[in-house]
């Protein structure tokens, strides 16, 4: 079955560690993206990429990273320089802009 | 900043009835606009869409309105079920001046009464 996966679907980690999230697709999408959602504040842009090897800052890149070296992957790494790591990340893919972009189950961080 | 904008957080509405989400927008230059519908502690999952050159799409309970002069798009669901209890999420892109990603709202938590 064709879809997008996120694993694991809970993290819990020590402040100043840094953690990567995985986010899988096999839809043969070019885009993907991340996204983070907190209560109250919808979901908030953080990276996007369109083709491999290239990615932008989204609203709220700062203490973040990823990486598109393929197609189907793009991870992103929670750095300690992110202030307050503990929320739901979401992770999407498509193949154009203006169609809807397919979500993962999420990853539920917590850092303790 | 908030460029779409979903003013209430929450809405119940008794079964069958017809339920109304709203989503409000600032930038003219978004012109597709989506709604997604998301359970707890899963991804969301798209519902409906629709282009600025209509005002109106339908697709089965789902109805979704466009009002590009008040920047105002709505989402009908009638009759509303149980299973229609979810946060709903509008969203907004603007394709046509390259930029290249969807802008949320902050949602709005939709209860069906039994």
């Known amino acids: 079955d064709g879809g997008i996966t996120q694993s694991p679907k809970y993290l819990f980690r020590k402040e100043g560690q840094n953690v990567t999230l995985s986010c899988e697709q096999n839809?043969?999408?070019?885009?993907m993206y991340w996204y983070r959602q907190d209560p109250g504040q919808g979901l908030r842009l953080i990276y996007y990429?369109?083709?491999?090897?290239?990615?932008q800052k989204g609203d709220i890149a700062e203490g973040y990273s990823v990486s598109r070296e393929k197609k189907e992957s793009f991870p992103l790494t929670v750095t300690s320089a992110q202030k307050n790591p503990t929320a739901f990340y979401l992770c999407?893919?498509?193949?154009?802009?203006?169609?809807?972009?397919?979500f993962g189950q999420g990853t539920r961080l917590t850092v303790v | 900043d908030q460029q779409v904008k979903q003013n209430s957080p929450s809405l119940s509405v008794q079964e069958g009835r017809i339920s109304i989400l709203n989503c409000d927008y600032t930038?003219?230059?978004?012109?597709?606009f989506l709604w997604y519908k998301k359970y707890p502690a899963e991804g969301p999952t798209f519902l409906i869409s629709?282009?600025?050159?209509?005002d109106k799409n339908e697709d089965g309970r789902f109805t979704v309105f466009l009002n590009k002069s008040a920047k105002h798009l709505s989402l009908h669901i009638v009759p509303s079920q149980p299973g229609d209890s979810a946060v709903y999420f509008c969203?907004?892109?603007?394709?046509?001046?390259?930029?290249?990603?969807?802008?949320f709202g902050t949602g709005t938590r939709l209860t069906i009464i039994p």
């Open positions: 999407a893919s498509g193949t154009d802009t203006n169609t809807e972009a397919f």
């Open positions: 839809l043969n999408h070019d885009a």
């Open positions: 990429s369109q083709i491999v090897n290239d990615f």
């Open positions: 930038n003219s230059m978004f012109d597709y």
């Open positions: 629709i282009s600025s050159i209509k």
């Open positions: 969203a907004a892109s603007s394709y046509n001046f390259g930029n290249e990603k969807l802008t």
